[in-house]
């Protein structure tokens, strides 16, 4: 079905018709479906905000979500949707003409969040996690003015990676992005249908497809993030003993609550040995 040239979305024209590219796409949109069916993420007839920065990861989302909707595998509506922060020389015109000309339905927002951050983030501390929060708050407005059930972000496998590891070595915590979350307020749900999907997939993906990528130039300016120090430590890793990465996400799918330590998640003060009476009879 995926190999029907006749019959394909507007943003897969001028894919390349190598093998290599169509497995690609075929690995992708597997991948994509398998996440959205395992987590539960469709409710037929509802309209999902799908959340485009211009990046390599967002772009993939979009053509695969839009492939499933075109085949009759996604029975929800999308809206693309695109937060212009007020970065200075961010290409406001990039993504409208582009989703023009593919035809995709969309909304382009202006709200100047970057001299908020600017002003209230010391200088040389990381702007990320104000810059997310305030992203985060107006795609929830955006999302709610449209009637959506969901904000859909192009977070991957290895996005879900770094913040395990974030977590597990700044915060003391065990936990990382849920391909699935409920909002505070409980009227959204947040997805990541990317979420079994490797960053240098959607890499390869983009670049085949030759999308106009806009690099975030706010994170990017800063050294030694320590989302950046992990990734470092993952490549290493992989380079060392491939496949390590999806072992490790493996992992995170087959989590046995008793031989972990958190006794809000299992009872190990209720734990009694099945011979405890006899043993006081003797």
Not at 1 to 17: K, Q, V
Not at 80 to 86: E, R, T
Not at 119 to 148: F, H, M, W
Request: charged fraction near 25%; aromatic fraction near 8%; include cysteine.
């Amino acid at each position: 079905m995926l190999d029907d040239i006749d019959d394909i979305h507007p943003l897969f024209e001028g894919a390349p018709a190598t093998t290599e590219f169509r497995k690609l796409r075929k690995r992708l949109v597997r991948q994509t479906r398998e996440a959205v069916d395992q987590y539960g993420m469709v409710e037929p007839g509802t309209r999902w905000l799908v959340c485009l920065s211009g990046g390599k990861d967002s772009y993939t989302l979009l053509a695969i979500l839009h492939e499933l909707q075109w085949r009759g595998l996604l029975p929800v509506e999308l809206l693309a949707c695109n937060l212009d922060q007020g970065q200075p020389g961010f290409p406001a015109t990039v993504l409208p003409d582009f989703l023009e000309r593919m035809g995709v339905r969309h909304r382009i927002e202006y709200q100047d969040t970057y001299s908020i951050v600017m002003d209230k983030v010391p200088q040389g501390r990381t702007y990320c996690a104000l810059c997310s929060r305030l992203r985060r708050g107006n795609l929830y407005r955006i999302a709610r003015e449209e009637g959506c059930s969901a904000v859909v972000l192009g977070h991957h496998r290895d996005d879900i990676l770094e913040t395990f590891f974030m977590n597990l070595f700044h915060s003391g915590r065990t936990a990382t992005m849920p391909p699935k979350l409920l909002n505070e307020d409980g009227d959204l749900f947040v997805y990541r249908p990317l979420a079994h999907v490797a960053e240098i997939d959607c890499d390869r993906f983009s670049k085949a497809m030759n999308y106009p990528i806009i690099p975030c130039d706010l994170c990017g300016s800063q050294d030694g993030l320590q989302r950046q120090q992990i990734k470092a430590m993952l490549d290493q890793w992989e380079r060392n003993s491939p496949g390590r990465r999806q072992v490790i996400f493996k992992s995170l799918t087959n989590v046995r609550r008793s031989h972990m330590l958190d006794p809000s998640l299992f009872d190990f003060a209720g734990l009694v040995r099945e011979n405890a009476g006899s043993d006081t009879d003797k």
